[in-house]
């Protein structure tokens, strides 16, 4: 039985690594410690590494894996230069893992150019004639595009899609296959939305009327900014009178709850199963931990950073870290502190007891 050669998924052609440092250049500055000529065949990670692999070093932790790595060249901090030397080629930087977030997009790039041309509107697609799609802009399979909607140039509508009424997709906004863009709701340039999302369902607004709930119309829309990179299967619902609102450079990651009227604030980052009830304002450049949750009203100062699985439950108007949940155990000890959490109410008031107690005696004496 012969050997098969396994590719590996980023594999791409060859590319030299002096091309790679020219197209680089122009963002950051990097130190070339090897020959430009190396060939470079795809990127990899420092234990997996082959010898025609790029891959960096962001930590000092993993530094005992620098030595045995067999990569062709590694990208490595300016702290770390004597070190990657020692092992061989490198690029010198002065933050290894932006570098390598901009070697990502220069290696899709090659990857996306070398891919076949495709039709730019594909033929089962359907697009109202009061639409507006620029002409270099493509519209994948069975997408759907309704009047007034606005596609700007060089946007993608993938497969499956549906762009609804007046909506509008940016310049060079990517929208994956079966992306919802619900009527009026807008996503401006250069945004990135995956598989499943949904961007204007209905807000869950109810109004309680004799044992019954009667629905609120949701009126508003969602206003996404520049370069705003949505999950997969992510939920961000319309505004009930007002519009939810996502800043600039805000990344949602996969399974994030958005509710009405929300606003999050430029460069926030939600991780996985995060959820943000309505009328909530996140700040800029906060980070909330996956599986977290912000309750409805509240608001979040700039730099706020929210664990995992915490939830907050008052607005936070700090700079800072913090934490909300209870600490995993065994079951039996959790079940004790729980049942002990549910009598500290009792044993506050018994110490103020004796704190009263002793006060008096101290008076007395």
Same mark, same amino acid.
Not at 101 to 117: F, Y
């Given at each position: ?12 052609? /060859? ?8 197209? !680089? ?33 962001? #930590? ?8 045995? =790595? ?50 730019? @509107? ?16 493509? @519209? ?16 993608? @509508? ?9 909506? +509008?997709?940016?310049?060079? /906004? ?18 990135? @939305? &995956? ?8 807000? +869950? ?19 996404? %900014? ?7 299967? /992510? ?5 009930? !009178? ?6 600039? %450079? ?44 912000? !309750? ?13 699985? =915490?939830?907050? /439950? ?9 934490? %909300? ?19 500290? &109410?009792? !044993?506050?008031?018994?110490?103020? #007891? ?10 007395? =004496?």
């Amino acid at each position: 039985m012969g050997s098969t050669r396994i590719v590996k998924p980023n594999a791409g052609g /060859t590319h030299r690594l002096g091309d790679l440092v020219q197209a !680089l250049s122009g963002q950051i500055t990097v130190e070339l410690i090897g020959d430009p000529a190396c060939a470079i065949r795809s990127l990899s990670t420092l234990d997996a590494a082959g010898p025609d692999d790029l891959t960096f070093l962001s #930590q000092s932790k993993y530094l005992s894996k620098l030595a045995a =790595s067999r990569a062709a060249c590694v990208v490595v901090s300016r702290a770390l230069r004597d070190a990657g030397i020692a092992r061989g080629a490198c690029l010198v930087v002065d933050d290894p893992y932006h570098c390598f977030a901009l070697i990502t997009q220069w290696w899709k790039a090659r990857l996306e150019t070398d891919a076949p041309a495709k039709a730019l @509107v594909h033929p089962s697609a359907f697009i109202d004639s009061c639409a507006l799609v620029a002409s270099d802009a493509s @519209v994948g399979a069975f997408a759907c595009i309704e009047a007034g909607a606005v596609i700007e140039a060089g946007a993608s @509508v993938g497969a499956h899609c549906f762009i609804g009424r007046n909506a +509008f997709v940016g310049a060079n /906004t990517r929208l994956a296959a079966r992306v919802t863009l619900g009527e009026r709701c807008r996503i401006a340039e250069r945004g990135i @939305v &995956h598989s499943g999302a949904v961007i204007g369902a209905d807000g +869950f607004g109810f109004a309680p009327h004799e044992g019954q709930w009667v629905k609120i119309e949701q009126l508003g829309a969602v206003l996404i %900014g520049c370069d705003v990179e949505i999950g997969a299967n /992510t939920c961000i619902d319309r505004g009930a !009178l007002l519009d939810t609102v996502i800043e600039d %450079g805000v990344k949602l990651d996969n399974l994030v709850q958005i509710g009405h009227n929300v606003r999050i604030g430029k460069h926030s980052a939600l991780a996985g199963c995060a959820g943000v009830a309505g009328s909530a304002v996140i700040g800029a450049h906060c980070t909330v931990g996956g599986g977290a949750i912000v !309750l409805g009203h509240l608001t979040l100062a700039d730099h706020v950073h929210v664990s995992a699985a =915490s939830i907050v /439950t008052r607005s936070i108007l700090k700079p800072g870290h913090y934490t %909300g949940l209870f600490p995993i155990d065994d079951n039996a000890a959790w079940e004790k502190n729980a049942a002990s959490l549910k009598q500290l &109410h009792a !044993l506050r008031d018994r110490l103020k #007891q004796v704190e009263k107690w002793m006060a008096d005696r101290a008076e007395k =004496s």
